[in-house]
């Protein structure tokens, strides 16, 4: 998406995204329109990971439960390894929509300062 001028990228994406959708009958597929220059190659992949987790509704029920017990906002669950977001609850709405690729990258960067230090002592 990233070579096709802006101005054309959403006519372009449906088009190959019926196309897709039409050979792939009757498996369901789902398309996600990305960039490697913003946040939406870290929501494709977040998106895919949900799809994938067994028993995805009975987590997202626990942490709506648990955010109601601790009256939290929001509650993320991020992968181990990739921080990529796994479930959520979410509570009272909020703006930032690159608020998980925000909190992501500062965790990535708080596990590689403990790494860092941990080496030291």
Avoid: G
Avoid at 30 to 57: G, H, M, P
């Amino acid at each position: 998406m990233d070579l096709i001028p802006e101005y054309e990228r959403d006519k372009k994406f449906e088009k190959h995204k019926a196309e897709i959708l039409e050979y792939s009958k009757p498996v369901q597929i789902k398309c996600f329109q990305t960039s490697i220059w913003d946040e939406t190659l870290y929501r494709a992949w977040s998106s895919i990971v949900q799809d994938i987790v067994l028993n995805s509704s009975l987590l997202a029920n626990s942490l709506n439960e648990f955010s109601n017990v601790i009256e939290a906002d929001e509650i993320l669950l991020f992968e181990r390894t990739t921080f990529l977001v796994v479930s959520q609850s979410l509570r009272k709405e909020h703006s930032d929509l690159k608020r998980f690729e925000k909190i992501s990258s500062i965790i990535k960067q708080f596990k590689v300062t403990c790494k860092y230090y941990y080496l030291f002592l």
